[in-house]
């Protein structure tokens, strides 16, 4: 989040933008909302089913805010909060069976993100509406079940099913990297209008698309920050309002600690120390022992990208104790 004093957007513009910096192979682009005369809410978001272990999506944003026509959105202007979460992408292919004994699935948790349109408000909203109205009509009617199955029929009959199939085929057409996943977007969209008589798979889970690091080109990026357009992780923490007890229980399981050392370091040279937003995994060589994985819980953001993105799954985030972690300002 931005405080800005300039005119280049006004209030109301909406600002998208795809691939650069990122490189061919990797899917992911910007965002800006000006949500008021002053005000614009800015960020970057990297698909995490990126390939090269050297990749870091955090620093990925720092070197777009850099292009010169987002310097001049932001120019004269100071950042006000930070924070960072995993969005989950999968859309029409990815939706679960919503009801279970108990409860429901709904909203963004259970895939209803538009990815096309970066948009998923609306459909959240509408899932939990709907929710509402089974739970009600139940009620009404003295149905006394354990499960709102009818809950998956009304999602069927829904805007927001037939919003999801027509946008289907776009984010699994990136698979193949920008060009062709553009290509793949500009005909099913304008040609099809997202009725193709095809339907495109998500090939691999997040967590098993590494490549080994010695198959991997080394990604470069600048040590230091200017400290006006970017900034370096732990002082963007700062600004995200994240605090954990410091003598609390780490809430971000290791299941088996010889892992993050024999498979992640020996093979991807420790991605976690990338793709983590906020600087909470850390390499540190202890005398006569070698490299050594620290967690630093206190800074968590609560993103949950370890959670998805470790390549054996060995990191379990777990809710902290006492509901602790970021307090978000305008966000």
Known sequence: MWEVNNNTLNKGDVFHSIGWPLYNNAYGGSFIYKLSDTLLSIGFVVGLDYKNPY????????????HKKIRAVLNNGKRISYGARALNEGGFQSLPKFSFPGGLIIGCDAGTLNVLKIKGTHNAMKSGIMAAESFYSDSVKNI???????FNKKFKNSFIYKELYKSRNVRPGFNKGLLLGTLNAFIDQKIFRGNAPWTFRHHKKDNNSLKNIKNSKKILYPSKKDNVFSFDRLTNVSFSGTNHKENQPNHLKIIKEAIPIEHNYKKYLSPETRYCPAGVYEIINIENQGPSLQINFQN??????????DPLQNISWTPPE??????????
């Open 55 to 66: 990749l870091n999506p955090y620093e990925e944003f720092q070197k777009f805010k850099t």
């Open 322 to 331: 006492g509901g602790d972690g970021p307090r978000y300002s305008n966000m």
């Open 300 to 309: 968590c953001l609560h993103c949950k990208t370890c959670d998805i993105k």
């Open 144 to 150: 006394n079940s354990i499960e709102l199955s009818e």
